[in-house]
């Protein structure tokens, strides 16, 4: 029978190596994943604000062109009163 001769428990076996490299692997693509994850979520925030701000431009576009067929009409319906008023002599 051999004997077996003392060895140092403190270092890892050849298997352990390959163990470590996994779970190496696999917290580096979790941070990769994280990483990729936060910056997706930057660019929607992004394109977010972007479509609000889209958003609100063209509301205040649409007003203003709003306001201006409104005083188009306003100022037509005066022009008609004040023709048909000096059509009818009510204007001296």
């Not at 163990?19 to 992004?46: G, S």
Request: glycine share 6%; net charge positive.
């Amino acid at each position: 029978m051999q004997s077996q001769l003392p060895c140092s428990s403190a270092g890892a076996g050849s298997g352990e190596f390959h163990v470590y490299r996994h779970l190496r692997r696999r917290e580096y693509q979790r941070q990769d994943f994280m990483d990729a994850m936060a910056e997706k979520q930057r660019l929607d925030e992004e394109f977010q604000k972007k479509l609000e701000r889209n958003k609100m431009i063209a509301e205040e576009q649409t007003a203003k062109r709003r306001r201006k067929r409104c005083m188009l009409w306003i100022n037509a319906i005066i022009l008609c009163l004040h023709l048909s008023a000096e059509k009818s002599g009510c204007g001296n």
